[in-house]
């Protein structure tokens, strides 16, 4: 089993902060596939968000592209594509495309660069938001 959160928020191009969160737990079922359930919760400022459940199944592509696809309980779904391309053993290019029923397209590309086994330093430019800066721990 494993266990994965993240969080988001963007507040350049949009009237009150966004932020989104998701968080779940993945049963590898081989080496490229796994599937996975847990939540989806996002809002704007600093009120309380709107939750989905979601339940998906990720599976890894040639030239490790990583892909997920989700079902939520409002009744969408979500596809996303992401590819890191290690540039030197601490520097890396990041790209991600998603296409979300609620949301439709989104995008982003940026770099990662690992501080530590644990902590990297993230510089992201995101197709609703604009530019942004990250934080990224691994446990």
């Known amino acids: 089993l494993e266990l994965s959160a993240g969080w988001e928020a963007g507040w350049q191009e949009v ?8 968080s779940t737990i993945d049963y590898h079922v081989n080496r490229f596939t796994s599937v996975f359930t847990g ?8 009120g ?10 990720r599976y890894l592509l040639p030239l490790n592209v990583e ?14 594509l992401h590819k890191e ?3 030197t053993p601490r520097l890396a290019l990041e790209g991600e495309v998603e296409y979300d029923t609620h949301e439709q397209w989104e995008g982003k590309v940026g770099f990662s660069y690992l501080v530590d086994k644990d902590v990297s330093i993230l510089t992201h430019w995101h197709s609703e938001f604009g530019l942004g800066v990250g934080l990224q721990y691994r446990f």
């Open 15 to 22: 009237e009150k902060t966004e932020w989104e969160t998701v």
């Open 67 to 80: 892909s997920s696809a989700w079902l939520d309980t409002d009744g969408g779904g979500r596809v996303m």
């Open 39 to 46: 939540v989806d919760v996002f809002g704007e400022g600093s």
């Open 48 to 57: 309380s968000g709107e939750v989905r459940g979601v339940l998906g199944l």
């Open 85 to 87: 391309l290690e540039l």
